[in-house]
């Protein structure tokens, strides 16, 4: 079957450095979605990575290696406002969409 | 950027109501937008793929005269919850991938709270 992993909770302190990983097995890979969900809100596009390397966009940062089926997302000099909820996606050989669990981020002061 | 807009953003009604919600793509044109339902810190619960001009694609387990899909437009996408009851409460959310082609990301409306009573 299809799956991906990510852990269900971590916290860090404010303007501290977090990476949040994912592993995943899919029926074949079309690229790696991040996103960024806050509580009661619906996710928000963050990052797409579907060559092996690091993408870096501002203060987010994300890794892929395909042959370790891996991923993480870096967030540096972490915000209070970067407390949510960070969803790792596969889209896999028929262009569908796997979706993780959810990593819920806790910024503490 | 692209935005995707749903309507209504609350709605709370009595056991057995139908509830319409829309998905419309403002500024880009969607040949395929998906519905999703979450429940409580639990994950994104894919419903169905929407295609314009043809009928929707339902995931297992979700009930196709239950939850109405509509995509007759390249603009617009909707979900009728028919006869909805406590059950069906949930948080449903419409997104729309952006550019040509398949690998694109996938960009949310602001999701739709569903409080059946």
């Known amino acids: 079957g299809q799956n991906i992993d990510q852990p269900t909770e971590m916290t860090a302190t404010e303007g501290a450095i977090v990476q949040i990983n994912c592993t995943y097995q899919t029926s074949g890979f079309n690229g790696l979605f991040w996103y960024q969900q806050h509580a009661g809100e619906a996710p928000t596009f963050l990052s797409y990575n579907v060559l092996d390397g690091l993408e870096e966009k501002g203060r987010f940062s994300s890794f892929l290696s395909r042959s370790k089926g891996y991923s993480y997302l870096l967030l540096k000099e972490l915000q209070m406002k970067d407390s949510a909820s960070y969803l790792c996606?596969?889209?896999?050989?028929?262009?569908?969409?796997?979706w993780g669990a959810g990593t819920k981020l806790i910024i503490k002061p | 950027g692209a935005v995707v807009s749903q309507h209504p953003s609350w709605v709370i009604c009595k056991s057995g109501t139908s509830v319409k919600i829309e998905c419309r793509s403002l500024?880009?044109?969607?040949?395929?937008m998906f519905w999703y339902r979450q429940f409580p810190k639990q994950s994104l619960m894919l419903m169905a793929t929407?295609?314009?001009?043809?009928?929707?694609?339902?995931e297992q387990g979700v009930e196709k005269d239950k939850f109405l899909i509509n995509h007759a437009s390249l603009t617009l996408s909707t979900l009728t919850v028919t006869s909805a009851h406590p059950e069906d409460s949930s948080f449903y959310i419409c997104?729309?991938?952006?550019?040509?082609?398949?690998?694109?990301?996938?960009?949310f409306g602001d999701g739709t709270r569903l409080s059946i009573l």
């Open positions: 500024d880009f044109q969607a040949t395929t």
């Open positions: 929407s295609n314009e001009g043809s009928k929707a694609t339902y």
């Open positions: 996606a596969v889209m896999d050989s028929n262009y569908q969409l796997i």
């Open positions: 997104s729309a991938r952006v550019g040509p082609g398949e690998v694109q990301p996938q960009h």
